[in-house]
């Protein structure tokens, strides 16, 4: 104790208790025991919160410690004065006070007992995560390491059928060859009397198309020297028609020589091999010939076949013009090629008017000359356009498509006579051609 006297030490009380009135937010204009009940309440009230769920007032560890410490020294203080306090308010302040030390001494130690409980569970959590990096890590090498062992798998099972598809690419190429050597060997030793056969024909002034149906309503075939025009809408049958009477005509021993405008001819071959295998061999007796100005200009890989001749552009008709024209000269005398030219409307597209005219003019005209039979095929829904028109004005005989939902028919116009004029429902598919039944009527 100090020599101070008890006024003085009511001074130094007083400031003590301000002191911890401020540093527990306890304002307004209170007496020295207000404020001393006020700051005992609140402490209560502090001491009495969860660490962990702390309430509106929060109070860190190191308050707390700071409130003890006031409250110790409040302690020393009130109890050291004299006079000035009742003895009941002393005992009482004094009683607070220890319960209040010996519940922060317990709340700072169910602090500490927290804290190493978080600690162990942060140190847990964190071996815990490592065991589960490692596991993670493992699994993932794992999966890598069978990922490739599938991949490796994968690869020679690929190479595998790689391998096996290439020798039995090989053995076809054998049997292809074989079969187009017996075949251009069959064709050739068939070809004199076919060719006698179509000279009998010939003497009708017509040629059958190869589909019975059609032969009958053309009573006969197609007439001799003609040119004729397929027009119709894409998929009513124009293209399985001409490639069905392409394929028959070269087993009955015509030449034919096929021009394009809007495919390759790799594709030309590969829908007439779907009718008739040997068609390559046509190509190596030379019967066949295809023309094809279409893939130069569009950069596909040309064919190393005979029998197929490549124009630069789609619009070199003089090329095309002079081509016919070398290949017809190799042809037997007394036996007329049939020419096929597709793509028409590519060529409308591409050439002046006056230019296509003069194209058209020129090979219908030789055609005629060489009693040629020419099919021209063109995709188009009507013939009121006047390039269509000009073009058809040319024309011995249209033979028109037409779809109306799912059915497909029709129609012949001029080509002489025929049996009816009617539009005939058709079937076809890639490899067949059929009309269904029609009405027979004395048309000239």
């Known amino acids: 104790m100090t020599g101070d006297n008890p006024s003085e030490e009511i001074q130094k009380l007083t400031e003590l208790v301000d002191n911890l009135a401020r540093l527990l937010g306890i304002e307004g204009e209170l007496s020295l025991d207000e404020k001393i009940e006020k700051i005992l309440e609140k402490i209560i009230y502090l001491t009495s919160i969860d660490s962990f769920n702390l309430g509106p007032k929060e109070i860190s560890r190191e308050k707390s410690l700071e409130i003890k410490e006031k409250m110790l020294e409040l302690k020393e203080k009130f109890l050291s004065s004299k006079g000035e306090i009742k003895q009941e308010d002393n005992n009482r302040f004094k009683n607070l006070v220890e319960n209040v030390t010996k519940e922060l001494d317990n709340k700072e ?11 162990e569970r942060e140190r847990e959590i964190s071996e815990k995560e490592a065991k589960l990096d490692a596991e993670k890590k493992k699994i993932l090498d794992s999966v ?19 391998d096996m598809l290439n020798s039995k690419l090989k053995v076809i190429e054998a049997m292809e060859k074989q079969l187009n050597s017996r075949g251009q060997k069959a064709i050739m030793a068939e070809l004199p009397e076919l060719e006698e056969i179509i000279k009998e024909e010939l003497k009708q002034r017509k040629i059958k198309t190869g589909i019975k149906k059609l032969d009958d309503l053309l009573k006969g075939g197609i007439p001799i020297s003609s040119n004729t025009m397929l027009i119709g809408p894409p998929f009513s049958g124009k293209k399985e028609l001409i ?99 597709t793509g028409i409307t590519t060529l409308i597209n591409l050439i002046d008017k006056g230019e296509l005219i003069k194209f058209f003019q020129i090979f219908t005209t030789k055609r005629k000359m060489e009693e040629s039979i020419s099919f021209y095929v063109l995709d188009n829904n009507s013939i009121d356009d006047p390039d269509v028109q000009a073009i058809a004005h040319l024309m011995d005989g249209l033979i028109l498509f037409k779809k109306e939902g799912s059915k497909s ?21 890639r490899t067949t051609f059929n009309l269904k039944s029609f009405t027979l009527s004395k048309i000239r």
């Open 109 to 119: 130690i169910e602090l500490n007992s927290r804290e190493r409980v978080l600690a």
């Open 144 to 162: 890598t390491i069978a990922k490739q062992q599938y991949m490796e798998m994968i690869d020679a099972e690929v190479k595998r059928k790689e």
């Open 243 to 341: 490639q069905i009477m392409v394929a028959s005509m070269l087993q009955r021993g015509l030449p034919v020589i096929f021009i394009t405008f809007e495919e390759p001819a790799a594709s030309i071959l590969a829908d007439l091999t779907n009718i008739s295998p040997i068609v390559d061999a046509y190509l190596q007796i030379g019967r066949l010939y295809i023309i094809d100005a279409f893939s130069m200009q569009a950069g596909i890989e040309k064919l190393d076949q005979p029998g197929i001749i490549y124009i630069e552009s789609q619009t070199d008709t003089k090329g095309v013009l002079e081509s016919c024209d070398s290949i017809v000269r190799n042809f037997a005398k007394g036996i007329p090629p049939v020419f096929v030219l």
């Open 409 to 429: 028919f029709l129609q012949v116009q001029g080509l002489t006579d025929v049996e009816s004029r009617d539009w005939i429902e058709t079937e076809f598919t």
